[in-house]
């Protein structure tokens, strides 16, 4: 009798998506990202209906959610024992590593667990998608163009709630980029567990995990890499 009205729409949203990508042939990735937030606002919303009073709801405006880990997982910012705020990370230092470069510094974000997912979900299928974003703590992301080539490069480094979750966003990536890739001709500098470096079409992909963190280094030259 009580159905939340949020349970309907979130059905309706699943099935707008495969409408989307069968009769239209939206990529996935694309109608995902519109519609999916909503789906998880509205599951977030619907979790704290569900186990807290108004009055606690009515202080999602003062204190909103920090992360969209915490919209996709409503346990990590309703309950007590499972809050789980992201950590903030500075690379201060890259700056000075490309003051005598031809690479400028374009952009700064941070991707969160959301943004993961889709950049997963670009070339792999939602339960691995999700499966390697879950666990994000933290990330900070930096842009780069070079001023000659006009050529893109990324800069990622992520921590994560634990090591193994690191490890399967290392696994994750490395992937997703074999996607991404395919037979490329490339040149395998280093290919080990937890360190992956190659080189194609004159720049570079490197990731690395390091215990709960995790480096992803995309776009530059081998040199610069």
Known sequence: KNRFLGEEIREEIIERIQMLVLKYNIPIVLAEEYFLPVYYGLNFIDYGR?????????KLFEKPPLSTEQVMHPEKYYRPDSIDKPTRLRVSELD???????WSFKQREIIGEFGFY????????????????????????????NTKSSNYAVISFSTWDTIKEAADAFNGFYTYFGNLLGKSKMKIIKNEPNEYHISFAGFDLFLKSLNKNLLIVYGFETDLT
């Open 96 to 102: 000075k590593l490309f003051q005598k470069s031809d």
């Open 118 to 145: 889709l950049w997963f979900r670009g070339k792999l299928e939602k339960e691995k998608s999700l499966m390697y974003s879950d666990g994000w703590g933290g990330d900070i992301t930096q842009h780069y163009e």
């Open 50 to 58: 569900k186990y807290f009073t108004f009055k606690k709801l009515m």
